[in-house]
């Protein structure tokens, strides 16, 4: 089956770090990739959606400055958390659609990255 | 107003013995896909089993079988003989019709934690 891979999975950082997060689709070509955060025992809200070849569209409420998106090719999207602060520690998790995808076909989700600032 | 909703938070099977995840949605969209995702501690979205807005037969994938009552908008999951490896976190998810800004996203409830006792 597809297959969406996240990197990395955890990260330690100090703050006012910029963390970059890279999301791959490694079968398939990915249009559109989305990318969402997840607070411990809360559910998934999606942060962004993003095309490639184009800026993403955000969500209500989430700083595209703060969160830069970049869907560079179809196989790739990164997430860059700049200037972290505590805060912004979650778990951030990726997935990605391919071109042409039907209704019916599930998102593929990557294994997600524990983002942790001291 | 919440576009899924699962009331349960917390849910306790014996094993062997069947469990129903609730799962109740609100749309307007005549075209809408309901999904059923597992989340074990490690983080992964693992999808298990999809409903379509126009599907007259309930979906069964395996174990899990999907209770489709479109007039009272509810789409529950059924897992049968239930296993210790199936303790984790549940989430249904809805897509509706295609929109432009979100091209397809998924909308999570809040997930209901699964746990089966030995």
């Known amino acids: 089956g597809a297959v969406v891979s996240q990197h990395p999975s955890r990260v330690i950082c100090k703050s006012g770090t910029s963390v970059k997060i890279e999301c791959r689709s490694l079968d398939f070509q990915a249009t559109t990739m989305f990318w969402y955060r997840q607070f411990p025992k809360q559910s998934l809200m999606l942060m962004a959606t993003s095309n490639e070849g184009s800026k993403a569209t955000y969500e209500q409420g989430v700083e595209k400055d703060k969160f830069l998106i970049n869907h560079a090719s179809l196989t790739l999207s990164t997430l860059t958390v700049t200037s972290a602060h505590p805060e912004d520690s979650s778990f951030y998790i990726c997935?990605?659609?391919?071109?042409?995808?039907?209704?019916?076909?599930?998102?593929?989700f990557g294994d997600g990255t524990r983002l942790s600032i001291l | 107003a919440q576009k899924i909703t699962q009331t349960q938070p917390g849910m306790f099977v014996q094993e062997k013995e069947a469990v129903t995840l609730d799962c109740t949605y609100d749309?307007?969209?005549?075209?809408?896909?309901l999904f059923w995702y597992k989340q074990p501690s490690s983080g992964e979205m693992i999808f298990l089993i999809y409903q379509g807005s126009y599907d007259e037969q309930n979906a069964t994938e395996g174990r899990y079988s999907l209770n489709f009552q479109k007039a009272r908008k509810s789409a529950n999951l059924v897992i049968s003989a239930s296993q210790l490896g199936d303790s984790a976190m549940y989430f249904c998810?809805?897509?509706?019709?295609?929109?432009?800004?979100?091209?397809?996203?998924?909308?999570f409830g809040k997930g209901t934690k699964l746990s089966v006792k030995p």
């Open positions: 749309t307007s969209d005549q075209s809408y896909g």
């Open positions: 998810a809805m897509r509706e019709g295609l929109r432009a800004r979100s091209q397809g996203n998924l909308i």
């Open positions: 997935s990605a659609r391919g071109e042409g995808a039907s209704s019916n076909q599930p998102q593929h």
